[in-house]
């Protein structure tokens, strides 16, 4: 075993030979949306990108099913396992079979196995000194999607929020493959501020990230300034108040943003000052347009997480 579970890394990673290590996660959510289609697109993006997070490539996956059969059309399953399939065909994986039960709602995702060389592990730890942070998605899927059931959002931003959330990691993840790498992870349910805190356990680091850097998808901010949330906040929220700070004159809102939690999220990857211009522009070249330096790495200082 090379990553079990004592450090919160995003999958587990087992040797098989000086060459080859397997990458294994497991992964489901409840339905963001109605249409099934698009749930099973945006399931297995997220399922996958704990792969990609530790620097591997999906190969094979199996369905896990929470179904209410005395409720729901067959067809809508069909819509469910068809979306997820089209992701995981264009991950380049394969799927093996699964295993479905009757549950009172939906609940889909995929237990995937990945490769990695490994020498070429991605942990979460391992930030240093100096390395610059890039994101490369948006926040603010969360309060959206609770903003959609009140009909608060427009169509237009709903339409970029599933955008985004339906675009695999893949391709971020082969951008940085090309660089040097020190600390990774993906985005999803404990929100930026919970997973960044993960990267800094037991490490004498702060990171120090401008908030007007950090990209926000369209409405989100707006959405908190209504009063609207998520009921994971707040839950969200007791996981980093030690051990985060802000500089005078910061909103709640940007405190909300920062603790939504997000399905199927982007990378938050740490990598050397001097190669960052390079990797932006790998990023943004190969159409990840929504990649950005928000932060630095710094030797710890009164808290892990300085937000200015």
């Known amino acids: 075993m090379l990553v079990g579970f004592d450090t919160s890394d995003d999958a587990g990673v087992y040797r098989l030979n000086d060459e080859q290590a397997l990458v294994f996660t497991a992964d489901f959510i409840t339905p963001p949306v109605d249409d099934p289609y ?29 179904f209410p059969a005395d409720k729901l059309d067959p067809e809508i399953l069909t819509g469910i396992i068809s979306g997820a399939l ?41 930030a240093q000194p100096g390395d610059q942070l890039i994101l490369t998605k948006a926040l603010g899927s969360g309060v959206l999607f609770n903003a959609n059931l009140k009909n608060l959002v427009s169509a237009k931003a709903l339409a970029e929020c599933l955008d985004s959330l339906i ?61 609207v949330t998520t009921g994971v906040n707040q839950t969200n929220r007791t996981l980093v108040e030690n051990n ?30 001097d190669q960052t211009p390079s990797v932006l522009k790998a990023l943004h070249d190969a159409g990840v347009t929504a990649s950005a330096n928000i932060g630095y790495v710094s030797n710890f200082s009164q808290s892990k997480l300085c937000f200015r």
């Open 38 to 66: 698009l749930f099973g697109q945006i399931s297995a993006a997220n399922s996958l990108s704990d792969i990609y997070a530790m620097g591997g490539k999906p190969l094979t996956c199996l369905n896990l099913v929470g």
């Open 244 to 273: 985060w700070s802000f500089a005078e004159g910061s909103s709640t809102t940007q405190q909300e943003l920062l603790l939504d939690p997000q399905t199927s999220g982007g990378l938050l990857v740490a990598v050397p000052e």
């Open 167 to 227: 675009v695999l990691n893949k391709t971020a993840a082969e951008v940085f493959a090309n660089f040097e790498i020190h600390a990774s992870t993906d985005i999803t349910g404990f929100g930026f501020a919970g997973h960044a805190l993960e990267m800094l356990r037991g490490s004498d680091l702060s990171f120090n990230i401008t908030l007007e850097a950090i990209p926000i998808m369209n409405e989100a901010r707006a959405m908190y300034e209504r009063g």
């Open 86 to 126: 089209q992701k995981l065909t264009e991950a380049g994986a394969v799927l093996l079979g699964g295993h479905t039960t009757v549950n009172d709602e939906p609940i889909f995702g995929l237990a995937v196995t990945g490769m990695v060389h490994p020498e070429k592990i991605w942990r979460n730890s391992g």
